[in-house]
């Protein structure tokens, strides 16, 4: 069994700092992209961030040069470090991965339970 456990949500102020963490853990054989979206009340959830094994990234427009995305690959971990929040980024945080699991033969993607980010301006 494969879960994905984030933390590091909560409330702020416009114009603060806050940076979620996601954990993978279970019988994960191989990682390979990892990421982050976000849904907000009312709307379609949409990508936020990614990064490769390698290390290579992706941002929405929306959040460059705010937001940063990194990962810990010897600890199955993927980080969002959040600087100058808006109201607008408000929503649920979902960490997603792709991922083996030692009983899978191909990648699949699994998303972790979310974490709620509260802007307040």
């Known amino acids: 069994q494969v879960q994905l456990v984030e933390s590091g949500g909560g409330l702020v102020q416009a114009g603060g700092s806050l940076r979620l963490s996601c954990a993978a853990s279970?019988?994960?054989?191989?990682?390979?992209?990892m990421g982050w979206h976000r849904q907000a009340p009312g709307k379609q959830r949409e990508l936020v961030a990614t990064i490769t094994r390698s290390g290579l990234t992706n941002y929405q427009d929306s959040v460059k040069g705010r937001f940063t995305i990194s990962r810990d690959n010897g600890k199955k971990m993927v980080y969002l470090q959040m600087n100058n929040l808006k109201p607008e980024d408000t929503g649920v945080y979902y960490c997603?991965?792709?991922?083996?699991?030692?009983?899978?033969?191909?990648?699949?993607?699994?998303w972790g339970q979310g974490t709620l980010v509260t802007v307040s301006s």
């Open positions: 997603k991965v792709e991922l083996r699991s030692v009983w899978d033969s191909n990648y699949r993607e699994v």
């Open positions: 279970g019988s994960i054989f191989s990682i390979n992209d």
